[in-house]
């Protein structure tokens, strides 16, 4: 492997570039018309235009993808996060094409892809599973109001081909399910060319706990402790922290060896995140789905642990990488991050293109990491996610990592664009944030205090 092709664009087109250069790899960009002055593309060895705006018709493209990676040369592709990251045909693709694949097997990637498939999976590996029903197809709705009193009110539908908190909408009353349902397949079958559903137990006051582990192929792997990634907006994550704090270190352990137990149960390869939804009153933990990706909240854990996991992906997919001892990977301080995003959240956190009129963050600010693909100048387009920034700081506790991610945040200079900069200081400063009483309700049950400080 000597050339890798980023199927992505943005920050994490950069970060895995970083990683190529630290171990001697070339490096191939792709590009949409609306992507054609970015970072992303200025920063690879070589870039390829792949289509129009649209990520229907560039990012998502295989064809295009693929041939990029012909006239380029490339002999290896990573997907990032989002795009083709999860979907098995492309892999399959790449791989049929005579390409490393940097990724997990394209039948695992299918398997885990499927939430209603993985949940069996996960109960067969003796993982605790969410109380759930079975998967409903689109005008195949026989049984439905029994299974949802079954599972129990609130509910939650989510699409089983889902992810990324997309195609997932919650039930107060059997009323309402059956609408639900069928306004959740319309969704699911347009962002996933799948319409199937299925109903899950939703837990009131729940903590979102996910394990980071790195298998090796062959049944081995270890797990680089966890995430609490519980503040989130619209089931989508906006700050991510770990430790999780005020987690017992008894269920903290149950859950990493849990996480294990199904990355060893599907012979896993590479990074993944197995997901555990938490009663933050309890503590009892089920499990929610497994990406087998890298995740957007990836430094966290390269910060608390010193592991670079896209290095780590890369040495694993050319052979360099064969195994490691848990004992290996050890924790040390606490890392909080916040996603930047141009979006307003006074009005339901809607995307708030334009250009970047200023852009600039703290520089060289010690035990901080500012993950960004803008700059000033740039224009954050209607076309994609609106992530500005991830900006994650360390410390030696909790108190000390959140001042500097809040002192980092407010040192930013921001222009052109509506941000969620203020709401992020707002949640970092909040009482209950600073004690740990963090939980996935949250933004929600305080968004008017949170978006007036």
């Not at 970015?38 to 705006?53: K, Q, R, T």
């Not at 990520?55 to 998502?60: G, V």
């Not at 026989?142 to 599972?151: I, K, M, Q, T």
């Not at 500097?404 to 970092?428: K, P, Q, S, Y």
Request: hydrophobic content about 40%; proline content about 4%; glycine content about 10%.
């Amino acid at each position: 492997m000597q050339k890798v092709l980023v199927a992505n664009r943005g920050e994490i087109a950069l970060r895995v570039f970083r990683s190529c250069r630290t171990l001697g790899l070339s490096t191939v960009s792709v590009f949409s018309e609306a992507d054609a002055g970015s970072l992303h593309v200025e920063a690879a060895d070589e870039a390829h235009l792949i289509g129009p705006a649209s990520a229907r018709d560039s990012y998502l493209k295989v064809d295009a993808i693929l041939g990029a990676a012909a006239r380029s040369g490339a002999d290896a592709i990573h997907p990032g996060y989002g795009f083709l990251s999860e979907n098995a045909d492309f892999a399959e693709r790449v791989i049929a094409n005579g390409l490393t694949w940097i990724g997990p097997a394209p039948d695992v990637i299918r398997s885990m892809g499927d939430k209603q498939r993985a949940r069996e999976i996960a109960e067969q590996a003796g993982v605790p599973i969410v109380p759930g029903s079975r998967r409903f197809q689109p005008d195949a709705l026989d049984g439905l109001s029994e299974a949802g009193r079954d599972v129990g009110y609130p509910l939650l539908v989510k699409a089983a081909a889902g992810g990324g908190g997309i195609g997932m909408r919650r039930v107060d009353s059997e009323d309402k399910l059956a609408e639900t349902v069928v306004a959740t397949q319309s969704m699911a079958a347009k962002a996933f060319g799948d319409g199937s559903v299925f109903l899950e137990r939703f837990v009131p006051k729940a903590r979102h706990v996910e394990i980071q582990v790195f298998g090796f192929g062959d049944g081995t792997a270890v797990h680089l402790f966890e995430r609490d990634c519980s503040l989130q907006r619209r089931f989508q994550k906006v700050i991510e922290e770990s430790p999780a704090p005020g987690l017992p270190d008894a269920v903290r352990q149950e859950m990493a060896e849990a996480a294990l137990r199904l990355v060893r149960a599907v012979c896993y390869g590479g990074a993944g995140t197995v997901e555990f939804i938490v009663d933050a009153e309890t503590f009892a933990f089920y499990f929610l789905e497994m990406n087998t990706r890298i995740q957007v909240e990836h430094p966290v854990t390269e910060m608390v642990t010193g592991h670079d996991l896209v290095a780590m992906q890369l040495d694993f997919a050319r052979g360099a990488l064969k195994g490691m001892d848990q004992s290996e990977v050890t924790c040390r301080g606490h890392v909080i991050e916040g996603r930047l995003y141009a979006e307003n959240p006074a009005k339901m956190f809607m995307p708030s293109p334009g250009t970047l009129e200023a852009f600039t963050g703290p520089l060289d600010v010690a035990h901080v990491r500012i993950d960004s693909g803008y700059r000033s100048g740039d224009t954050v387009t209607p076309f994609y996610d609106p992530m500005l920034a991830k900006v994650i700081a360390w410390g030696e506790d909790r108190t000390e990592a959140r001042q500097r991610l809040i002192d980092t945040l407010t040192a930013f200079r921001i222009e052109g664009v509506r941000t969620n900069r203020d709401f992020l200081v707002a949640c970092l400063s909040d009482g209950e944030f600073a004690r740990g009483d963090v939980h996935t309700s949250f933004i929600d049950n305080r968004r008017t205090h949170l978006i007036a400080a």
